[in-house]
């Protein structure tokens, strides 16, 4: 099994995944039920960005995410609005995809959003643990005064 990875905000982890290639193409794992930080299955989905477009903010509050980029790369950031986590108001960024094959695991009340680096398009895989429900998603416009990132291109 992979090590597990604590990051900066509480309850989030990084999990290196397996890319295993031979001359045919490539086996890129993702998630098992037997996997310690597995919860349960809701559905899995796959989400496209463009390079530049930036797809944010959602914040769910029953269901964990579990994200993998299968092709392209991302930056995803997110931001804690959890009142009662020691570290409520945090943000990080994480650059997953082609560059980092990891499994990022996002709690309930973890804001979240990316977007597109690179040439041509990501390819998102997320599989949570609920079945999607608009009753427990919240939008928020990617420049909302709300959470204290901006999205354009940081240099040094």
């Not at 086996?27 to 463009?50: N, Q, W």
């Not at 579990?66 to 609005?81: C, E, F, P, R, S």
Request: glycine share 8%; hydrophobic share 35%; net charge negative.
């Amino acid at each position: 099994m992979p090590d597990l990875i604590q990051t900066k905000i509480e309850g989030v982890l990084s999990i290196p995944l397996r890319k295993i290639p031979d001359e045919r193409g490539s086996i890129m794992h993702m998630l098992r039920c037997d996997a310690p930080h597995f919860d349960k299955f809701g559905e899995i989905y796959f989400s496209t960005v463009y390079s530049g477009v930036v797809k944010a903010w959602h914040l769910h509050t029953r269901m964990t995410q579990n994200y993998a980029v299968v092709a392209g790369m991302i930056k995803l950031v997110l931001y804690d609005t959890r009142d009662a986590s020691p570290t409520f108001g945090a943000l990080q960024e994480f650059f997953l995809g082609e560059e980092n094959y990891v499994l990022l695991r996002i709690p309930p009340g973890v804001c979240n959003g990316f977007k597109g680096l690179g040439e041509g398009r990501a390819i998102v895989a997320n599989c949570t643990t609920e079945p999607h429900d608009a009753s427990e998603l919240q939008r928020f416009d990617p420049s909302t005064p709300k959470i204290p990132y901006d999205w354009s291109l940081k240099h040094g």
